[in-house]
């Protein structure tokens, strides 16, 4: 444990369990170092959020929590990350299966060209999470009412997801994700591409999905890190520079340059 | 100095804004001018080729009433098929005279000519005619039967123009004596041009007799390799651009396969051709002029355009299809298959429709492999007939005509360029179509 990144008192009081733990994890691209010694402990049931400048390093550490980046040329991980206390980038663990339990919603709606429905079922379909029909049929359903959006699609579930405006398919997005029954949801920058009304939507979905999993999301607005996390972490040039209870580090930041940022002095 | 100047006003132009208008202009004009040369440069095409090659469709018959004597074609009066099979073409050829004789006189028609310069213009064709339509119902021995035989290729050009009186000078083939015979025989409607669907179904004929001369085979032998082009082609090419595009590690092994694809899609068909001879005739002993040998070829030849055209269709599916099948757990694979690949689909088609209709109109490679001249009299009866059995292709065919010396031979060269180019163009139809039919779905 990094006793300089988080206390195990701040922990204890907010967050019963440990979700995902990060030790030590450096990342190089060709020879950028772009993530640095990271190490942080990721609570379940609760809304970590990842801030800090451009280029800091939020969305390459967000993304090596599903293996993402090994889809990257030349992108190497070292260190450990433990999702339940197993480690996921250990030889024996399939990425596939990593990011079923894993699930991941993107800076921009990608729905499939396809059906609504399509979208939806496509994972449990992969991963034979439903028996028949009438199964995977229930499973869209709870995944599409879990997102908030049921009653703005289930009209037309048959249209192509690709005509919904972009808030809708960004909450198609999280449905498909949600449909592959994941336990973390990494969210990156899910409400960039969206205007305000859809993004109060989205934080406000965000704050209801805690209840079955845990979220991680990466967020270039403060506002919202402090709206809807429990606990944040400030990256700055690739090193984790402050971690804690959201509260704590908006209001009484330990590091000098968390504060910088928070108040708007780099960036 | 950057100051405002209020005393300009904005309906004055001034003069660099007069020189930028005019160069605006005159680069709009280049454009329309360039578009008219090329319209006008289609136009002369297609008249010329519609002008020179319409004239293949038609054909001038003669129509005869022949008496099929039994002394001449079944001495014995059996109707054994053996026997009748023994009568050649050589047999029937004093039929064609008795029945031109016939006609002189009950018309009552004033020539000088022998019945051999008479029967002279009827096709070389007409014995064997006569003879496959006895041997198919030996009934008709011992009727007068009527048949429409071709014209010969002489006065088929006579009807159609193409020989005159003062064109023919001291031409063997033909005298001005028999044009005054064809012309009382035109008057008499027993000659008549027609639509002939002969040129479109049937096969090459030899020197002799352009009038016989058909396409009908050179396309089968055309669509022969156009299915083991499409067949090979199509999921090789779809499989290594697959590999190559979303598998394949980024090394100096596969910069060098890209390379080569890159530069084997500039090599000249010829050298396919060449290749095909030493590999496939030479070392595999295929045999010669077999479509399928010449299908092999194009698919050589036909490749690296798919797999150029299928690469960039599939560099076209934006990543984050993928990061979005990726991020629900779906394997390489399972993106590919699911995901990018349907996506890709109308720029593959695309690509191995333009790569086939390239392959349609090749004509150097099959030189090389003896897919060319007249090497097939008949229709292929059968599936692997069609793929081993000597044939040509339709451009080959072409080509064939084009060199040989008689000009009716020569209308038939421009009559091919036109099936060839109905071929073409329906493919590209098809292509079109199948591209708007794959966006919409998706």
């Known amino acids: 444990m990094n006793e300089n990144i988080i206390s195990h008192e701040e922990l204890a009081m907010t967050a019963p369990t440990i979700k995902i733990s990060a030790r030590n994890v450096d990342v190089h691209y060709d020879k950028t170092h772009a993530i640095r010694g990271v190490s942080a402990e990721i609570p379940s049931n609760s809304v970590t959020a990842f801030i800090g400048p451009s280029g800091c390093g939020k969305s390459t550490f967000l993304r090596c929590l599903n293996r993402m980046n090994d889809t990257i040329k030349n992108c190497q991980v070292s260190g450990d990350i433990m999702l339940d206390g197993e480690d996921i980038y250990d030889p024996k663990v399939d990425p596939v299966q990593l990011r079923a339990k894993v699930g991941m919603v993107f800076q921009k709606p990608n729905p499939f060209p396809k059906s609504i429905y399509d979208n939806v079922a496509y994972g449990p379909r992969i991963h034979g999470l439903a028996r028949d029909k009438s199964d995977l049929d229930g499973i869209v359903e709870q995944a599409l009412r879990r997102a908030a959006i049921w009653g703005e699609v289930k009209d037309r579930l048959s249209a192509p997801g690709t005509g919904l405006s972009g808030g809708q398919q960004q909450r198609v997005c999280i449905a498909r994700a949600i449909a592959t029954a994941p336990e973390v949801l990494l969210m990156d920058e899910p409400c960039s591409a969206l205007d305000p009304i859809a993004t109060a939507q989205i934080e406000e979905l965000i704050d209801e999905l805690r209840q079955n999993y845990s979220v991680v999301i990466v967020t270039h607005s403060m506002h919202q890190a402090a709206r809807i996390s429990q606990k944040t972490a400030f990256f700055h040039m690739g090193t984790l520079v402050e971690f804690g209870d959201t509260k704590t580090v908006f209001t009484n930041p330990r590091d000098p340059q968390t504060e910088s940022y928070i108040t708007g002095r780099i960036g | ?155 088929d050009g006579y009807l159609k123009g193409r020989v005159t009186r003062e064109t023919i000078g001291k031409n063997k083939n033909i005298s001005s004596a028999q044009l005054d015979f064809a012309d009382r025989l035109i008057e008499l409607g027993i000659i008549e041009k027609s639509f002939n669907i002969q040129f479109i179904l049937g096969a090459d004929a030899s020197d002799q007799r352009p009038e016989d001369a058909g396409i009908g085979v050179a396309i089968i032998g055309s669509f022969a390799m156009m299915c083991v082009v499409l067949l090979l082609a199509l999921p090789i090419g779809v499989a290594a651009s697959i590999y190559l595009e979303e598998f394949a590690p980024e090394n100096r092994l596969t910069d060098f396969i890209e390379v080569n694809v890159a530069n084997l899609a500039a090599v000249p068909s010829i050298v396919f051709g060449i290749l095909g001879l030493a590999f496939f005739i030479n070392m595999m002993h295929l045999p010669q002029s077999a479509p399928l040998v010449g299908g092999l070829v194009l698919t050589l030849m036909t490749l690296p355009t798919i797999i150029i055209s299928t690469r960039a269709a599939l560099k076209a599916v934006p990543p984050s299809i993928r990061s979005a099948a990726l991020g629900v757990g779906a394997s390489k694979m399972q993106t590919t298959i699911h995901h990018v690949l349907p996506l890709a689909t109308p720029g593959i088609l695309t690509g191995t429709i333009l790569g086939l209709a390239q392959a349609l109109g090749e004509t150097a490679p099959l030189l090389l492999i003896g897919m060319i001249g007249y090497v097939a009299t008949n229709m292929p009866e059968t599936v692997s007939q069609g793929l081993l059995s000597p044939n040509s292709a339709m451009p080959a065919q072409i080509y064939e005509w084009a060199k040989r010396a008689d000009p009716a031979f020569y209308e038939r060269a421009w009559g091919g360029i036109i099936i060839l180019l109905i071929f073409l163009v329906t493919m590209n139809l098809i292509a079109v179509r199948l591209r708007r039919r794959f966006e919409r779905r998706w």
């Open chain 2, 1 to 155: 100095m950057i100051e405002p100047n209020p005393h300009k006003s904005l309906f004055v132009a001034s003069a660099q804004t007069k020189q930028r208008a005019t160069a605006e202009k005159r680069f709009h004009m280049l454009g329309l001018t360039a578009i008219f040369i090329a319209l006008s440069m289609l136009a002369i095409l297609m008249t010329t080729i519609v002008a020179k090659g319409s004239g293949a469709f038609q054909q001038s018959f003669i129509t005869l009433d022949v008496a099929l004597l039994e002394a001449k074609l079944d001495k014995k009066g059996t109707r054994n098929p053996d026997n009748l099979k023994k009568v050649t073409t050589f047999g029937y050829a004093p039929l064609i005279k008795a029945a031109m004789e016939q006609i002189v006189v009950a018309r009552g028609i004033e020539t000088d000519l022998t019945s051999k310069d008479m029967a002279a213009i009827v096709s070389k064709s007409a014995a064997a005619q006569m003879r496959d339509r006895v041997l198919n119902d030996p009934r008709l021995i011992g009727t007068t039967t009527e048949f429409k035989f071709l014209a010969n290729s002489w006065i």
